[in-house]
């Protein structure tokens, strides 16, 4: 049996090869739950999340009585619960009502300089706004209040759709759903000091897309990062460009290029959500949860009415490992990320446990996943026990994610999932939900994009945002 935080969780049906400590979560919880079936004064806790334009996101859950021996369960419980929650939906007043002692532990962890002082921080630069918790009773909790976004699946006239990513930005031209031109274009914006490189970079492959249209009645794109009204709130395609001028120069800087087309409908979100909108639209189905395992890990939704949420999806910090000793993100300094389960870093994390041995002396982790790719081409077992140990962390995240998602379709993108690998991590998802969470395994499917979708489906998806009044 696996112990954390003195609660044991039963064996793992499917075991992760090369990482036997492996928690899960959705193990873990099922757990904690039954002991608070079994414990009579066990109580109801409800978490909100409030954002400064009133959206209002609601969680409830049961905790254990509030005695001394429980203290440390409960807030293990409730605290993984909110640091997913705030990663998944976002807010900058997190609600607790129902369990007081826990609330107070939870406003000293998520306080300017608590334990999760880069999540206050990302909160308030997201938002614009500090974050805050309040203790509170039960009956003044908010009413939820949210909704999906209305874009999207807008594919009637001359359309372009952009792509801004960290090595090419694509455009194309779109008219009535069918792609009629695209072009993808090398740059380097990630060290790039001067906003005018990236708002010149922009405006030309806007203007490449435009030559091949009669007009342009809508532009729409995504690029990684938290978009919000149009402003890049945090994006790394800027990480270059000094604080001092982020404000005054990138923040705005979609809004220069909007000056630059008149009245033209312009809509630019995070990729995630475009690229869930276009599995959507291309299996004319959802909801679709994706996820992108590359340098970190990204995540996107297109909820059941088809709509992209407000939500964040920033999955690279949503807990997957509750061990106490799980890896460490170096930029969250949280412990037991997605990014570190679901990225070229998970690949470089498991390489000398699988035995292998690089070929040269600090090698970056790009040219690391391609050497593991190619031992996977060539049926190395070693290589293939990586694979294996990632789609066990797929699997049971995966059933952690159904908790909070409606999920129909999951859809796995990315460089990680390339080559055989991609599919040997797919098949051991699935054994996983099969055997741990067999209600899962007929109600989700798990798939990775065809060509087409790869081609012409982001470009699709993003020039059909803009709604053409």
Not at 150 to 156: C, T, V
Not at 164 to 181: E, I, M, P
Not at 265 to 290: K, R, Y
Not at 358 to 385: C, H, I
Request: glycine letters at 8%.
């Amino acid at each position: 049996m696996n112990q954390t935080t003195q609660l044991k969780i039963a064996e793992l049906k499917v075991s992760p090869v090369l990482d036997p400590g492996f928690t899960p979560p959705a193990l873990w919880h099922r757990a904690y739950q039954s002991l608070c079936d079994a414990n009579p004064a066990s109580r109801e806790l409800v978490i909100a999340l409030g954002r400064p334009d009133d959206t209002v996101f609601t969680h409830c859950m049961q905790v254990l009585p509030a005695a001394k021996a429980n203290k440390a369960l409960n807030f293990k419980a409730v605290e993984r619960v909110i640091q997913f929650l705030l990663w998944q939906k976002g807010g900058t007043v997190i609600y607790v009502a129902g369990a007081p002692e826990i609330g107070e532990e939870i406003a000293e962890t998520y306080s300017k300089k608590g334990a999760r002082a880069f999540t206050n921080d990302m909160m308030s630069r997201f938002f614009l706004a500090p974050l805050e918790v309040k203790v509170c009773e039960i009956t003044e909790i908010p009413e939820a209040n949210e909704s999906a976004l209305p874009l999207g699946r807008h594919l009637e006239g001359c359309r372009i759709g952009f792509d801004l990513g960290g090595s090419d930005r694509k455009c194309a031209a779109v008219v009535d759903g069918k792609v009629v031109f695209s072009e993808e274009v090398v740059w380097d914006p990630y060290f790039e000091s001067n906003p005018e490189y990236h708002f010149e970079g922009i405006c030309d492959s806007l203007k490449l897309a435009a030559a091949h249209l009669p007009r342009v009645d809508a532009i729409g794109g995504s690029a990684a990062g938290i978009y919000v009204d149009n402003e890049p709130r945090v994006a790394s395609l800027f990480r270059g460009v000094p604080l001092e001028l982020y404000e005054s120069q990138v923040r705005p800087i979609f809004k220069r290029v909007m000056e630059e087309w008149k009245d033209v409908p312009f809509v630019v979100i995070n990729d995630g959500e475009v690229t869930a909108l276009a599995g959507a639209m291309s299996l004319d189905d959802s909801p679709v949860l994706g996820i992108a395992m590359g340098t970190s890990q990204a995540g996107g939704y297109c909820a059941p009415n088809g709509g992209i949420t407000p939500w964040l999806n920033e999955l690279a910090f949503a807990p997957v490992d509750y061990r106490v000793d799980a890896p460490v993100d170096e930029w969250s300094g949280d412990g037991g990320c997605g990014v570190q389960y679901f990225s070229q870093q998970a690949v470089a994390r498991l390489i000398p446990v699988a035995g292998i041995k690089l070929p040269e002396l600090e090698m970056p982790f790009p040219k690391q996943l391609e050497f593991v790719q190619e031992l996977m081409s060539n049926n190395d077992q070693r290589a293939a026990k990586i694979y294996e140990t990632l789609g066990v962390y797929f699997g049971y995240s995966l059933a952690w994610y159904a908790e909070f998602y409606e999920i129909k379709h999951m859809l796995l993108l990315g460089r990680v999932t390339s080559g055989p690998g991609g599919d040997l991590m797919i098949r051991v998802a699935n054994d996983v939900l099969a055997k741990e969470f067999p209600h899962l395994r007929g109600q989700i499917k798990i798939s990775m994009p065809d060509e087409k979708l790869k081609r012409h489906g982001q470009a699709i998806a993003a020039a059909s945002l803009p709604v053409i009044v």
